[in-house]
């Protein structure tokens, strides 16, 4: 090998290549950052406006302000429709409201198909914004599939009821739902045994993002909060803690 060879080999890439390098990580931070605001400015825009879209035309004329603007303003039907529901709600809270809603609920259980498509959204719906409940309020992890494989997992709450009937009594039972990725609204439950539940101290945000991101995105942690193993602080004594605020 003679020595312009040699030189070739161990000479500086191009600055054109470095060059080329740099502008590409320009370009993908640029995207990072950028896609989350224009995504998010999207989806809440496109909100808004299929709200107003619905809930405008139900508006007088005399007090919509399009018709004295020369301009749609954005956002009105938003409001209406926040102001009519807490309206709603506070109709319904009375001694009138209940019995309009409960022959309401009457002629819905006497109308068939309907009637469990009421029921089930009624559920699902009490359970997701009731101000008692006490859904997703930690992560855990456990072994799934096998052993040695761990999974995030969304702590629900006790399992009761005829489940808990025919499950084991030599050990409670915790309901937890096992998120996929990325779309955290599809998963599994399972019923696992309290002292196979490692709870974590990562926020139930912070467990999201690290399963949308497929692990990229990793929360900071401060370390262990005692001198005991973290599977027994979090395992046992952190899932008594569960068991005593259900």
């Given at each position: 090998?003679?020595l312009?060879?040699l030189?070739?080999?161990?000479?500086?890439?191009?600055?054109?290549?470095?060059?080329?390098?740099r502008?590409?990580?320009?370009?993908l931070?640029?995207?990072?950052?950028?896609?989350?605001?224009?995504i998010?400015?999207?989806?809440?825009?496109?909100?808004?406006?299929?709200?107003?879209?619905?809930?405008?035309?139900?508006?007088p004329?005399?007090?919509?302000?399009d018709?004295?603007?020369?301009?749609?303003?954005p956002?009105?039907?938003?409001?209406?429709a926040?102001l009519?529901?807490?309206?709603?709600g506070?109709l319904?809270?009375?001694?009138?409201?209940?019995?309009v809603?409960?022959?309401?609920?009457?002629?819905?259980?006497?109308?068939?198909l309907?009637?469990?498509?009421?029921?089930?959204?009624?559920?699902?719906?009490?359970?997701?914004?009731s101000e008692s409940?006490?859904?997703?309020?930690?992560?855990?992890?456990i072994?799934?599939p096998?052993?040695g494989?761990?999974?995030?997992?969304?702590v629900?709450t006790?399992?009761?009821g005829?489940?808990?009937?025919?499950?084991?009594?030599?050990?409670?039972?915790?309901?937890?739902?096992?998120?996929?990725?990325?779309?955290?609204?599809?998963?599994?439950?399972h019923?696992?045994?309290?002292?196979e539940?490692t709870?974590?101290?990562?926020?139930?945000?912070?467990?999201?993002?690290?399963?949308?991101?497929a692990?990229?995105v990793?929360?900071?942690w401060?370390?262990?909060?005692?001198?005991?193993?973290?599977?027994?602080?979090h395992?046992?004594?952190?899932?008594?803690?569960?068991?005593?605020?259900?």
């Open positions: 090998m003679d312009d060879e030189r070739k080999q161990v000479a500086p890439p191009p600055r054109r290549s470095w060059l080329r390098i502008l590409r990580n320009y370009f931070t640029g995207i990072i950052v950028a896609a989350p605001i224009g998010t400015f999207y989806l809440t825009w496109a909100f808004v406006h299929w709200v107003d879209v619905r809930v405008k035309p139900l508006i004329r005399a007090y919509n302000p018709n004295y603007l020369p301009f749609s303003v956002g009105v039907g938003v409001i209406v926040v009519m529901l807490t309206l709603l506070f319904t809270a009375n001694l009138v409201g209940r019995s809603v409960f022959y309401g609920e009457f002629l819905l259980d006497r109308t068939p309907v009637r469990n498509v009421y029921r089930a959204l009624k559920q699902l719906f009490q359970t997701v914004l409940g006490r859904s997703f309020q930690k992560a855990g992890l072994e799934y096998r052993r494989v761990w999974r995030l997992v969304f629900s006790e399992t009761d005829e489940i808990a009937h025919r499950l084991p009594k030599d050990e409670d039972f915790i309901t937890v739902f096992v998120p996929n990725t990325p779309n955290l609204t599809t998963g599994m439950v019923f696992v045994r309290r002292s539940l709870i974590l101290d990562m926020t139930i945000e912070e467990a999201a993002k690290l399963t949308i991101s692990g990229l990793t929360p900071e401060q370390g262990p909060t005692s001198s005991a193993r973290p599977h027994e602080t395992g046992i004594v952190a899932a008594e803690e569960i068991k005593e605020q259900a």
